[in-house]
């Protein structure tokens, strides 16, 4: 088994599903349709590169070769079509322009002048031999990559403040990736990093933005975040192994090759070992990178802030009208639930920070000035207590001098909505 080649699998995976979740929900626009051809051509170049890896002869991989590089050279000529649909068209009939030269090279590839194939060495299987002319392809992929950053910085400058942010981690996510390429091949790291870790790079990057800038306004439920995390926890024993594989194949080749089985014993018992640490890592950069997920495992149905002085709603919240309580029975119900338990129990403390009866729950963190109730259905996911304390501490930051003597008037507290709104993000 040639482990090496699973990323390229997970980004065959990874480019599919995105690609056609994407045209569930947006394939009557066209920014939607083209960012699924996109998806598409990158699914192409990464199962071709599996494919070629683990074809039984050489015309075989040759064919799967040229089959990957199809790919390669549709994904820059959909990204650069992206840039000039997304958000909106931009007006301007360029299309044929940039579209040409693809069809053009996509044709000629089905000869041998760009590359051809050989057999490998070391863990590589097969590999690519460099044609007379393979610099075009990479002139043409390096081009059009470059005219897509620069064609999004310049429509960047009508784009509203949420589309700026997209477009601005769009242009950095591709600029990072032809450094990446540049420098594996200056640095000479081996074909695997290129080929096969690339792919999954590309995939994993557009769903990167795709998830944690809402690229589309595309909500990504709570399903998601396990299988990210699960994702990721792959993808780092993944990598450890193939780093753990490469070192021993460098340092201690022969003894390698006559004690294989002894090796992979070592590294499945360190797997085990570090798997909770791992897994434990991958849940903190999810969670890091993709923030808003953790709120939406639960249905969160309304957000109040209420006075702790004299009980009065400050701010009211709604976002799932099938989660609704009346406001003022909140408040009232709270206030006297918190005033028996202090007088019967005779515990000091902030107050009740928990509630909940059937499906419904009421989590409540508590201020100086004021304390916050979030009311949602399933579980109470770790992190959003921590949100919501940093929020009431704001509040309590920034709104203390006018909450310890306010008097009911909205107009002073008018923007605590867009305080509670951010959280919610």
Avoid at 168 to 191: A, E, Q
Avoid at 261 to 272: E, H, N
Wanted: aromatic content about 14%; some cysteine; charged content about 20%.
């Amino acid at each position: 088994m040639l482990w090496y080649i699973i990323p390229s699998f997970i980004g065959a995976f990874v480019s599919i599903i995105l690609g056609v979740y994407v045209f569930y929900k947006r394939g009557k626009d066209d920014a939607g349709r083209v960012f699924f051809f996109l998806m598409m051509g990158c699914a192409l170049w990464n199962i071709g590169e599996f494919m070629m890896q683990t074809s039984s002869d050489v015309s075989s991989s040759l064919l799967w070769a040229k089959i990957s590089n199809i790919g390669f050279i549709l994904i820059p000529a959909f990204l650069l079509h992206f840039t000039f649909v997304y958000p909106t068209k931009s007006g301007k009939k360029v299309g044929m322009l940039y579209c040409l030269p693809a069809v053009l090279i996509i044709f000629t590839i089905l000869t041998n002048i760009f590359f051809t194939v050989s057999y490998g060495n070391g863990l590589m299987k097969f590999r690519y031999i460099s044609g007379e002319y393979y610099f075009v392809m990479l002139l043409f992929f390096f081009g059009y990559i470059i005219g897509a950053v620069l064609n999004l910085m310049n429509r960047r400058l009508v784009m509203e403040k949420k589309e700026k942010k997209q477009a601005l981690h769009l242009s950095i996510g591709l600029i990072t990736i032809m450094g990446y390429i540049l420098f594996g091949g200056l640095v000479g790291l081996p074909g695997i990093t290129l080929d096969s870790f690339l792919t999954l790079i590309m995939a994993s990057f557009f769903a990167y933005v795709t998830i944690r800038y809402q690229l589309f306004d595309i909500r990504i439920h709570i399903f998601l975040r396990k299988t990210l995390i699960y994702l990721t926890t792959f993808s780092l024993i993944i990598s450890l192994f193939l780093i753990l594989i490469v070192s021993s194949t460098g340092l201690v080749k022969n003894y390698f090759i006559s004690n294989q089985p002894f090796f992979y014993i070592g590294m499945l018992f360190i797997g085990g070992v570090l798997l909770e640490k791992m897994n434990r890592g991958a849940t903190l950069f999810v969670e890091h990178v993709c923030p808003s997920l953790k709120w939406e495992e639960s249905k969160v149905g309304e957000v109040f802030l209420i006075n702790k002085r004299s009980g009065v709603i400050i701010s009211h919240i709604e976002i799932n009208p099938q989660i609704k309580i009346d406001p003022d029975l909140v408040a009232g119900m709270l206030t006297a639930v918190n005033d028996f338990l202090a007088d019967t129990l005779k515990i000091k403390g902030k107050g009740l920070n928990v509630l909940s009866y059937g499906g419904v729950k009421l989590m409540i963190e508590h201020g100086e000035c004021a304390y916050m109730v979030v009311i949602f259905t399933g579980y109470e996911i770790e992190g959003m207590r921590k949100d919501v304390r940093k929020t009431i501490e704001t509040i309590d930051k920034e709104y203390s001098d006018v909450l310890m003597k306010w008097d009911g008037n909205v107009d002073k507290v008018k923007d605590v909505d867009l305080t509670i709104r951010e959280m919610m993000k």
